[in-house]
């Protein structure tokens, strides 16, 4: 019903394809257009939308400065952006992920990618469903019960005390960043290495070491197995929940060039 129904800003400076988008989500959201940077600006004063399309390559103020202005707006910092461009430069998909963009949607598209893409962001049932899934191998009971209360807000957390029970866990379970101790009975974190290249889609999946050691050769040892990261036992909340973050961040958007 109209009054149930989001709102949407879309922000295109070709008309054929302000119109053309609009008339294919007004059945489904409440679409106000805006043919330039000025008028988003314009539509702002007016409405509080629930989401914004954004192109990019737009006279004058092009979709990156719109960001960056949204970004320092208190009353719109938090409404999601997406993107959509016939840019297949990933330069730019870079640069509009590092702005805050939630997705980068390359042009032509789907009704239903599009929608797909929409509902993920304004369903906060669905965005917590679909939360970055980590897993934690340690030997420690203790720190597998730290880290998941640290990070149980803002992930997925699965934990494995038994790091020969990988393999199986993994045809259950698909991490999007594996946080691992060194030094375990059996499978040391650097056996555990070849055992999650091998399985189906883990070839990139981040990797990062969570240990009371930074001993020179085992930095090297990780790194040329493809680790990505290490943090220092024991955690700080925050310094663990922002390496992870940005980690996950360069993993989500080497994934997302790949549609390119």
């Known amino acids: 019903m109209e009054g149930v129904r989001k709102t949407i800003v879309l922000v295109d400076d070709i008309s054929f394809h302000l119109m053309s988008v609009k008339d294919r989500l007004k059945t489904h959201y409440k679409v106000y257009p805006a043919q330039n940077v000025e008028i988003l600006f314009d539509v702002l004063m007016r409405v509080i939308p629930d989401l914004?399309?954004?192109?990019?390559?737009?006279?004058?103020?092009?979709?990156?400065?719109?960001?960056?202005?949204?970004?320092?707006m208190k009353l719109f910092a938090n409404v999601p952006v997406i993107v959509l461009s016939s840019?297949?430069?990933?330069?730019?998909?870079?640069?509009?992920?590092?702005?805050?963009?939630?997705?980068?949607?390359?042009?032509?598209?789907?009704?239903?990618?599009?929608?797909?893409?929409?509902?993920?962001?304004?369903?906060p049932e669905?965005?917590?469903?679909?939360?970055?899934?980590?897993?934690?191998?340690?030997d420690d009971p203790?720190?597998?019960?730290?880290?998941?209360?640290?990070?149980?807000?803002?992930?997925?957390v699965h934990?494995?005390?038994?790091?020969?029970k990988m393999q199986k866990l993994l045809n259950s379970v698909t991490p999007d960043l594996f946080l691992l101790?060194?030094?375990?009975?059996?499978?040391?974190?650097?056996?555990?290495?070849?055992?999650?290249?091998?399985h189906a889609g883990h070839a990139e999946t981040p990797i990062v070491?969570?240990?009371?050691?930074?001993?020179?050769?085992?930095?090297?040892?990780?790194i040329h197995l493809g680790a990505c990261g290490f943090i220092l036992k024991p955690v700080d909340g925050d310094i663990l929940?922002?390496?992870?973050?940005?980690?996950l961040k360069d993993f989500i958007i080497r994934r997302r060039m790949r549609r390119f």
Not at 159 to 164: A, D, K, Q
Not at 241 to 247: C, D, F, G, N, S
Request: net charge negative; glycine share 4%.
């Open 52 to 72: 914004i399309l954004m192109d990019l390559n737009m006279p004058y103020i092009d979709g990156f400065e719109a960001m960056e202005k949204l970004k320092n």
């Open 87 to 123: 840019s297949r430069d990933k330069e730019n998909v870079l640069k509009a992920m590092s702005l805050g963009a939630v997705d980068f949607i390359l042009k032509p598209f789907s009704d239903a990618d599009l929608i797909d893409s929409i509902e993920l962001q304004l369903n």
């Open 126 to 138: 669905r965005r917590a469903a679909e939360k970055p899934v980590i897993l934690t191998v340690d």
């Open 142 to 156: 203790s720190v597998l019960k730290t880290v998941s209360f640290l990070l149980g807000s803002h992930y997925k």
């Open 159 to 164: 934990t494995l005390p038994s790091p020969s």
């Open 181 to 198: 101790d060194y030094n375990m009975p059996g499978y040391n974190g650097f056996d555990l290495v070849p055992v999650i290249r091998s």
């Open 209 to 222: 070491y969570l240990t009371t050691e930074r001993s020179e050769d085992k930095i090297s040892t990780a």
């Open 241 to 247: 929940r922002e390496k992870l973050a940005l980690h």
